[in-house]
């Protein structure tokens, strides 16, 4: 791709736009496309999911857009899923496009009651949080990414919780460093980091507050990541940078299942 940037990558802060490309991906792929939740002006939040398959396909949980300051996420999943029909056809896949659509409107990380949704997980008085977990429960994903991006970062970075082997952080790093350095910070939010990569065990009281993949890691998934971007580095990398580490996920799991 050109260093031109694209209508989307132009348009990174327009939810209605990136609303209207997920719904052709829905018609293209067969993807049941439904509004869960609402934020509190009203605004509709979208997911994605495949209809009843193959149980021995694999399965994949994605999610951006939490962080509304954090656009390359948005951008980079939606690019990827519009070259990606064929992966998806054949995934059993949940994907939360955007889950905080005020704060991508308004670029602010926090929603539109001054929330960081990120950290709301642990609690049941959310409504959007608690509908996004009605979806998930009883679900069991082979991974789960989040992805975001990081205002003090130097590079990327990305936070693996341990659980299941081969892991993919490595290659995820290395993967997205064609398009943007590794993090050079030695400690991330007071967490050892080495050389772009954060992969520590957790348990439930790990942090006070809870983010998303505390949610999957403890009930949902086998692997569990956090992928994040520089947010002042050039919007063409960034969101090049997020979709080289879905088009690696993407591999990983067409790997295991043509073992299987």
Known sequence: MSKKLSAGRQQTHNYQFLVQRWKRVARK?????????RTATGIEIMCLQSPP??????????SAGIHGDEPAATEGLIEWAEAESEFLKTTNVL?????????????????EKGRDLNRLYHKTNVPRINAQKR???????????????????????????????????????????????????KTVEGRPCRAGLIRRDISPDSMPEHPEVFFLHFGHSRRTLTFETPSECSIHDRVSAQISCLQTIQNFLLSTQSQA
């Open 29 to 37: 792929t067969r993807l049941n496309l439904d509004v869960f939740a």
């Open 53 to 62: 398959s193959n149980p021995n396909q694999p399965s994949l949980y994605l």
């Open 95 to 111: 994907i939360f496009p955007c889950l905080n659509p005020w704060g991508l409107l308004w670029n602010s990380r926090l929603d």
């Open 135 to 185: 979806l998930i429960k009883g679900r069991q994903f082979d991974l789960s990414l989040a992805m975001h991006e990081d205002y003090d970062a130097k590079g990327i970075y990305l936070y693996e919780i341990p659980r299941e082997s081969p892991y993919l952080g490595e290659k995820i790093l290395v993967a997205a460093t064609k398009f943007l350095p590794v993090e050079t910070r």
